[in-house]
């Protein structure tokens, strides 16, 4: 594994990596460093190439430091993530801490710097030995609450019996009481969670005193108002997290404590892996003990010849070394030399006490003291230190020399082991990683063919070791990922000897999950490929518990609504939409009368299940795009974009009457009903919180006017909304009661003075509200679909009145006919106006079909498609209102249409307003350029007239000549003798 540290740094303030930078080159070169300054760019490069951890400002440009760990986590990344801050805040350290940051470090620390280096190397190293145990599956933890609230503990208990049933909780009120608890052997927990301030002691006091009565239990601080002293303060202690009581900490509260008992678990585990290490290193310092012995053997046979003797010190690769009794050395050999950078020269005016490990010294004075007693040692392990500062591991024999009796000296044979511990390490670590971890290894041969796998593949798969080796790993393909998938990532581990990413495989029992999936290849020292190395996890808990996690953050776990959270979004974006395009917005109120009876009476379960059914039934009631939230209780809001009075009216009629019908809840047979309170933007607000203000307002009316119905905010659009509705009801009787009524205005050649035709206007008379204006009831009529059915009926009828005054013996005229948008827009309007014509015998000539500007620009390719259709059966069209839209000159020419109508706007005012002249002169000039006629309407006197006659129009109606007339007066209207225009 490299010593090299690969370093990702995200931070916009380029002073501070600069700073950054320049301290690593210069105290911490084995930290390489690469800066990023967005979190974008972030997590681009945490997706490009692999780090050894992740150094995370809190404050970047476009997201926040929690903002980037929860990517993080939804992407899988599982380097550790240290972050930095400029303030502090203790608020953002915990709510990083509960996102899974493992460390954090204030720039308001003077010596931030100096400790950053060694803070990172920890982070590092603890990440490259984590180890999971498979024995962590207990199903329920025993959690002590040390909290004097009472109240506090009963919303706890509740929300974990909810949300977390497996933390069962054991409350307190004081440390005391608390102590006596942990100490008694009946009772055992899992973790601590207290209070910061509690009666008799505060958490710090209470934390030192569980630590002196050596309980080992990880600990969460909980707090109202806590601050980062005390933070800091219980972390530096211990303590697992920092949880302050604000809104929706408890939804959190679950998540903190199984990310403490993983975290206390995963501290366990090393504690205990660090105990079995030493027992191995004690059974691999006997082998090594027995090894030396053994060539201890060796070397006495071989001090029988001094002169091969001699030879092998000289040549051999062992270092040896003698000693004289002032503790200098009095013979080295080359190897020794070699090995600690000396020359002999200089290496003999050293003393061992000079190439000895500092902490080692004492121990090694010790050795000497006893060999100068004459006792001999094997297998001893020394550290030196060579001159240019690197250690070397060695060990060997030490032999006390004595002539006549008298010690002269110390002669030490020593190899250098240091390799072979690093090895030894790199083995014993490698072989716990693989037989320990809780993700799964799997190694394949050249061929893929699988030769070793661990007990956590066994775990996660469901193929014991004898079912996987010898196979090939594609045993587990699930085939949700195609042959481009793989061939893929086969091109990246052979050109970049790597890959990883999110893979779906299927289990032995045919169930398919996500796992994160890692794949290396193995070369030899020729570079020919020898195994693969494959390391996965399964991602199935992580992905529900995210899913679940998601679902809670964002929908109301009652009803399945969306909560306030998801409301404030989409009423945001409907409201962004409706400013563009300048469009209306319904906010409703809906609140259930009476529901706390429900509630008292039958209790809170019937309630609940009253309130499901209820928001089913809301929802059933409105449009797909439309939104029904929960705010709580019998509360609920609705979003209704695009719609406008008219349309909430509807909407608030088809809610109560979808809420009022009857429920079956068990054995009970229930009724509720709705008050519901309507704002409309933009009148009434223009961002959410006043519309909602003013719905509320509107729903208390309700309430107060009586129950289950609805109020608008303001008396004048409730009155509005009242009347459409009740105008709406009573027109779909106007027909069948014959309250309708066609008036026809005389259409008047300017030529002559001759009638040449009628316009057909449509009246309605009604017993209770009078006569009802067009401009009134026809948009009422096209926005509840009636106008298909009286257009018909107009027709029709039009047709049939003309049919009967020819039959008469009345000189021929057109009968001109309004189209409404709906009906230009049925695309079998040609074949309905060709058999209304059939019916009444009337040949296509004398009808006059008219269509506003705004309706043929609209959609002006359709509008050509239906022109062309109605010209082809001999039908005439005009352009009604002309000039009061806009036209486009290129699409005009190709409008199968006769005549252009002036809008009265433009002739009210044509003797006295010269803007007027104009316009009107203009269209008159447009018209005979395109071969059309032009017809006025709105004519009331002489002096227009004359103007009209004077540019050029070919016709004229209005006041002038006379007013829409019912079918008789205008029969008699044509048959008087006028004077003839001049």
């Given amino acids: 594994m490299s010593s090299i540290i690969h370093l990702l740094y995200a931070e916009d303030n380029p002073q501070d990596a600069d700073l950054i930078r320049t301290h690593f080159e210069r105290e911490a070169a084995d930290i390489q460093l690469e800066i990023v300054e967005t979190g974008a760019?972030?997590?681009?490069?945490?997706?490009?190439?692999?780090?050894?951890?992740?150094?995370?400002?809190?404050?970047?440009?476009?997201?926040?430091?929690?903002?980037?760990?929860?990517?993080?986590?939804?992407?899988?990344?599982?380097?550790?993530?240290?972050?930095?801050?400029?303030?502090?805040?203790e608020d953002v350290v915990a709510r990083a801490l509960r996102a899974g940051a493992a460390d954090y470090v204030s720039k308001s620390d003077e010596n931030y710097l100096v400790t950053l280096p060694d803070l990172l190397r920890k982070q590092v190293a603890l990440h490259r030995r984590h180890l999971l145990d498979g024995d962590r599956a207990k199903l329920v933890w025993d959690i002590l609450y040390v909290e004097p609230n009472a109240m506090d503990i009963e919303l706890t208990k509740r929300h974990l019996a909810v949300e977390a049933p497996h933390l069962q909780l054991h409350a307190v009120s004081n440390s005391r009481e608390a102590l006596k608890w942990l100490a008694t052997a009946q009772h055992h927990f899992d973790l601590v969670l207290t209070d910061l301030r509690i009666p008799d002691l505060n958490a710090p006091e209470f934390m030192r005193e569980v630590q002196q009565l050596g309980i080992e239990l990880p600990f969460i601080i909980i707090t109202g108002k806590g601050d980062e002293a005390s933070a800091v303060a219980v972390l530096r202690l211990g303590a697992y997290d920092y949880i302050v009581k604000r809104e929706n900490y408890l939804t959190h509260l679950p998540h903190a404590i199984d990310n403490a008992l993983h975290r206390f678990h995963l501290d366990q585990t090393t504690r205990r892996l660090h105990a079995e290490l030493a027992a191995l290193n004690t059974s691999l310092e006997q082998k090594v003990e027995a090894r030396t012995a053994q060539l201890r053997q060796e070397m006495e046979l071989r001090q029988a010849s001094e002169a091969g003797y001699q030879h092998l010190i000289e040549t051999t690769h062992e270092l040896v070394q003698s000693i004289g009794p002032d503790g200098h050395f009095t013979f080295v050999n080359h190897a020794l030399c070699e090995a600690l950078g000396w020359t002999c020269e200089e290496a003999l005016q050293l003393s061992f006490s000079q190439i000895v490990k500092p902490d080692q010294l004492s121990h090694c004075q010790a050795l000497f003291g006893q060999l100068m007693q004459?006792?001999?040692?094997?297998?001893?392990?020394?550290?030196?230190?060579?001159?240019?500062?690197?250690?070397?591991?060695?060990?060997?024999?030490?032999?006390?020399?004595?002539?006549?009796?008298?010690?002269?000296?110390?002669?030490?044979?020593?190899?250098?082991?240091?390799?072979?511990?690093?090895?030894?390490?790199?083995?014993?670590?490698?072989?716990?990683?693989?037989?320990?971890?809780?993700?799964?290894?799997?190694?394949?041969?050249?061929?893929?063919?699988?030769?070793?796998?661990?007990?956590?593949?066994?775990?996660?798969?469901?193929?014991?070791?004898?079912?996987?080796?010898?196979?090939?790993?594609?045993?587990?393909?699930?085939?949700?990922?195609?042959?481009?998938?793989?061939?893929?990532?086969?091109?990246?581990?052979?050109?970049?000897?790597?890959?990883?990413?999110?893979?779906?495989?299927?289990?032995?029992?045919?169930?398919?999950?996500?796992?994160?999936?890692?794949?290396?290849?193995?070369?030899?020292?020729?570079?020919e490929v020898t195994h693969y190395i494959g390391i996965f996890g399964d991602l199935s808990q992580l992905k529900q518990g995210e899913a679940q996690i998601q679902r809670l953050a964002h929908f109301d776990a009652l009803t399945g609504l969306p909560n306030r959270v998801l409301l404030n979004d989409r009423i945001n974006l409907a409201l962004s939409t409706a400013q563009r395009s300048q469009q209306s917005l319904a906010v409703m109120f809906v609140d259930l009368d009476h529901f706390k009876n429900v509630n008292d009476t039958l209790g809170h379960r019937i309630g609940d299940a009253l309130l499901v059914e209820v928001a089913a039934r809301l929802k059933l009631a409105v449009r797909e795009e439309d939104t029904v939230s929960r705010l709580g209780g019998d509360e609920f809001i609705l979003i209704l974009p695009g719609a406008d009075a008219a349309g909430a009216a509807h909407a608030a009629e088809k809610l109560i009457m979808a809420v009022a019908q009857r429920y079956q809840i068990e054995q009970h047979d229930l009724v509720i009903t709705p008050s519901i309170g309507i704002a409309i933007y933009p009148s009434d607000g223009e961002d959410f919180e006043a519309l909602s203000k003013c719905a509320d307002v509107a729903m208390y009316r309700a309430k107060r006017d009586g129950r289950n119905n609805y109020r608008f905010f303001t008396p004048e659009m409730q009155a509005r909304s009242a009347r459409t509705l009740a105008l709406e009801n009573?027109?779909?009787?106007?027909?069948?009661?014959?309250?309708?009524?066609?008036?026809?205005?005389?259409?008047?050649?300017?030529?002559?003075?001759?009638?040449?035709?009628?316009?057909?206007?449509?009246?309605?008379?009604?017993?209770?509200?009078?006569?009802?204006?067009?401009?009134?009831?026809?948009?009422?009529?096209?926005?509840?679909?009636?106008?298909?059915?009286?257009?018909?009926?107009?027709?029709?009828?039009?047709?049939?009145?003309?049919?009967?005054?020819?039959?008469?013996?009345?000189?021929?005229?057109?009968?001109?006919?309004?189209?409404?948008?709906?009906?230009?827009?049925?695309?079998?309007?040609?074949?309905?106006?060709?058999?209304?014509?059939?019916?009444?015998?009337?040949?296509?000539?004398?009808?006059?079909?008219?269509?506003?500007?705004?309706?043929?620009?609209?959609?002006?390719?359709?509008?050509?498609?239906?022109?062309?259709?109605?010209?082809?059966?001999?039908?005439r069209m005009s352009i009604d209102d002309f000039g009061t839209g806009y036209s486009s000159l290129n699409y005009l020419k190709r409008f199968q249409v006769g005549k252009l109508k002036i809008d009265q706007s433009f002739v009210r005012d044509i003797t006295v307003d010269p803007e007027d002249k104009a316009i009107v002169s203009a269209i008159i000039r447009l018209a005979g350029a395109l071969n059309l006629q032009t017809i006025a309407e709105g004519v009331e006197t002489a002096g227009q007239l004359a103007f009209l006659r004077e540019q050029g129009c070919n016709e004229a109606q209005g006041y002038y000549f006379s007013e829409a007339l019912p079918a008789d007066q205008f029969k008699a209207w044509c048959g008087k003798k006028r004077p003839k225009l001049r």
């Fill in 730 to 875: 009573a027109l779909r009787q106007a027909l069948q009661h014959k309250q309708l009524e066609l008036y026809f205005q005389p259409l008047i050649s300017l030529k002559d003075g001759s009638t040449i035709g009628a316009e057909a206007l449509l009246r309605w008379k009604h017993p209770e509200f009078g006569s009802v204006l067009p401009g009134e009831f026809i948009p009422i009529a096209e926005d509840s679909g009636q106008i298909l059915q009286i257009g018909e009926w107009v027709l029709r009828s039009a047709a049939r009145q003309l049919k009967t005054w020819m039959d008469d013996g009345m000189t021929p005229i057109v009968m001109a006919v309004n189209l409404s948008v709906v009906q230009f827009r049925q695309s079998n309007l040609p074949d309905m106006v060709m058999r209304i014509l059939d019916e009444v015998q009337l040949s296509p000539q004398y009808l006059e079909l008219e269509l506003t500007e705004g309706v043929a620009m609209d959609d002006p390719l359709g509008a050509i498609a239906m022109m062309d259709q109605l010209h082809q059966r001999g039908i």
């Fill in 374 to 527: 004459g006792k001999n040692f094997n297998q001893v392990e020394v550290t030196f230190v060579a001159k240019d500062g690197h250690e070397i591991i060695v060990e060997g024999n030490l032999s006390s020399i004595f002539v006549d009796g008298m010690f002269v000296g110390t002669q030490s044979f020593f190899r250098d082991i240091t390799e072979r511990k690093r090895a030894e390490a790199q083995l014993k670590l490698a072989a716990k990683v693989f037989e320990q971890s809780r993700e799964a290894f799997i190694i394949t041969d050249a061929d893929r063919n699988i030769v070793m796998v661990n007990h956590a593949f066994t775990l996660i798969t469901g193929y014991s070791e004898a079912e996987a080796l010898g196979k090939n790993p594609r045993l587990l393909h699930s085939g949700r990922q195609d042959e481009n998938f793989y061939r893929s990532m086969w091109e990246s581990i052979n050109t970049h000897g790597h890959w990883q990413g999110e893979v779906l495989d299927r289990r032995k029992d045919g169930s398919v999950f996500p796992k994160w999936l890692s794949i290396s290849r193995v070369l030899d020292n020729e570079g």
């Fill in 41 to 89: 760019r972030c997590l681009a490069r945490l997706a490009e190439r692999s780090f050894d951890l992740l150094l995370l400002d809190n404050n970047l440009p476009d997201l926040d430091g929690v903002d980037v760990l929860n990517l993080m986590r939804d992407e899988a990344h599982t380097l550790p993530v240290v972050l930095i801050t400029g303030t502090g805040d």
